[in-house]
C-alpha cells in the first residue's frame, strides 16, 4: 500500500507549484549556510526532487536559482514595511520592524550573506536586488511620515537609519541573538525618534514631520516612555541652554 507521505511526494505538481517547491527548499537552506556552500545537489534532495528536474525549471544553475531566491525573499522584506498608514507612527514602526527582525531570526545565516556580500555569487544583478529592498522601506518610512517632498536631509536620515537597522540585525545574530527582539525592537525605535528629532533641528521638513508625528502618539506609547527617560537627563544638561 502507498503511503499517504509518499502519495503527497509523488503529486503531480503544476509549473508554478514546482518551482514554489524549489525555492523554498532553496531558501531553507540559504538560511542556513552561505550561499557559496550549497549545492544543486543540497537543493534537489531538500525539495525531494532529482538534480536534473532543479535544472528543468532553473537551467542558469545555482546562480539563477539564488537570485530567484533572492527575489523571493526581497518580496517577503519589502512586504514587512506595509503597514496601514493609521495610528502612532512608533507603533507603527514597531510593527513593520516585529515582521522584518522576525525575518532575520528564521533566515539567520541566508540574511547574514544577502547583506554582508562577498559571496561567489554575489553579482551586480543580486546587490540590485537588495538594494530594491532598502529604496522600498525608504519609501514605505518617508509615507507614514507623511513626506511627499522629503528633501535631501530627511530622506539621508531615514535611509542612514535603515542602514542601521540592517547592521543591529547583523550584529544581533554575531551576539547569539542578544538583546532580546523586543528589546531590539524598541531601541531602533528609539534610535528613529531621536535621528528624526536632530534633523527637524537643521530642517524645517523634518521639523514639518516631527510635528505630525507628535500628533499622533499616546502618553502611553515607545515616545511618552522616550520622553520621560530623557527629562532627568535634560536637567541635568541645563547649563547647556
Known sequence: MTSAAGTRAYRRLSVEERRGQLLEAALGLFAQRAPEEV????????????????????????????????????????????????????????????????????????????????????????????????????????????????????????????TAVEAASLIWLDEEKQPPLDELRDGLVEQFVMALAATATRDERAAEVVRYALSLETPDGPLGALLRGLLPLAGDAAHLL
Not at 507603527?92 to 533566515?107: K, T
Not at 539567520?108 to 530594491?132: C, K, N, P
Open 39 to 162: 549545492a544543486l545537489d543540497d537543493v534537489a534532495e531538500a525539495a525531494g526532487v532529482s538534480r536534473p528536474l532543479v535544472y528543468r525549471y532553473f537551467p542558469g544553475g545555482k546562480q539563477q536559482l539564488y537570485e530567484a531566491a533572492l527575489r523571493s525573499a526581497a518580496h517577503d522584506l519589502r512586504q514587512c514595511f506595509a503597514e496601514p498608514q493609521d495610528g502612532p507612527l512608533t507603533r507603527r514602526l514597531s510593527r513593520a520592524l516585529d515582521r522584518y527582525l522576525a525575518f532575520v531570526d528564521e533566515h539567520d545565516a541566508g540574511f547574514s550573506a544577502l547583506l554582508q556580500g562577498g559571496s561567489v555569487v554575489e553579482t551586480s544583478r543580486t546587490t540590485a536586488i537588495v538594494d530594491e529592498v532598502r529604496r522600498s522601506a525608504a519609501d514605505h518610512i518617508l509615507a507614514h511620515l507623511g513626506a511627499d517632498d522629503p528633501g535631501p536631509r530627511l530622506r539621508m536620515t531615514v535611509r542612514m537609519w535603515i
